[in-house]
């Protein structure tokens, strides 16, 4: 079983920084890609940005240059630094890693429960 617990949201005005963190737990042999998700009020879940296990990462156009995506592989986390902050960055936040039980396993994804992060004045 592999479980995931994301911190770090809140509510923050616009302009403002927050830094968002997805802690991995469980049993598994490797975690590959570590990805961020949002779902805003009355909108679809969206890609937000990923990062593999070597450290390249890709990011949605409408964050490109304010979020950056990191991990840290010793301690199983990926972080989401978010910059200038804008009101239609109002969502919730998911992550989602893909995770390798065993050396022969292709892996699944595997979803966090979401934390809410508000930006308004």
């Known amino acids: 079983q592999v479980h995931l617990v994301e911190a770090g949201g809140g509510l923050v005005q616009p302009g403002e920084s927050l830094e968002l963190s997805c802690a991995v737990s469980?049993?598994?042999?490797?975690?590959?890609?570590m990805a961020w998700y949002r779902q805003g009020p009355g909108k679809e879940r969206e890609w937000v940005s990923t990062?593999?296990?070597?450290?390249?990462?890709n990011y949605r156009d409408s964050v490109k240059g304010r979020f950056t995506i990191s991990r840290d592989n010793a301690k199983n986390t990926v972080y989401l630094h978010m910059n200038n902050l804008r009101p239609e960055d109002t969502a919730v936040y998911y992550c989602?890693?893909?995770?390798?039980?065993?050396?022969?396993?292709?892996?699944?994804?595997?979803w966090g429960q979401g934390i809410l992060v508000t930006v308004s004045a």
């Open positions: 989602n890693v893909h995770v390798e039980t065993t050396p022969s396993d292709t892996g699944h994804n595997v």
């Open positions: 469980g049993s598994f042999f490797n975690i590959a890609a």
């Open positions: 990062v593999a296990r070597g450290g390249n990462s």
